[in-house]
């Protein structure tokens, strides 16, 4: 089992920044890659960023230019860092794994709030 543990989330004024992160723990040998969705109300869970084991991104297309996902393996922590943010980035952000290629662990989500 793979436990991830987000911290980060919280309330800011549209324009502003804040940073999420993920720490994993547990069978975390073979993860694929690890990456960050989002939950907003009434709406599916949708991807935001991930990084492989060997370091490649990928980003929605809204929020490109604006988010950056790394990750420091020695602490085996992803970081997801949130400038200019608007308020359709409002929603629940889940922290994921990917193990064998399938996006099998999930943390427990932190809120991310933007005010207009």
């Known amino acids: 089992q793979v436990q991830l543990a987000e911290s980060g989330g919280g309330s800011v004024q549209a324009g502003g920044s804040l940073r999420l992160s993920c720490a994993a723990s547990?069978?975390?040998?073979?993860?694929?890659?690890m990456g960050w969705y989002r939950q907003a109300p009434g709406k599916q869970r949708e991807l935001v960023a991930t990084?492989?084991?060997?370091?490649?991104?990928n980003y929605a297309d809204s929020v490109k230019g604006r988010f950056t996902i790394s990750r420091d393996n020695a602490k085996n922590t992803v970081y997801l860092q949130m400038n200019s943010l608007k308020p359709e980035d409002t929603a629940v952000y889940y922290c994921?794994?990917?193990?064998?290629?399938?996006?099998?662990?999930w943390g427990h989500g932190t809120q991310v709030t933007v005010s207009s």
């Open positions: 990084i492989t084991s060997g370091g490649s991104t």
């Open positions: 547990g069978s975390i040998f073979s993860i694929n890659a």
């Open positions: 994921g794994a990917q193990k064998f290629y399938q996006w099998n662990y």
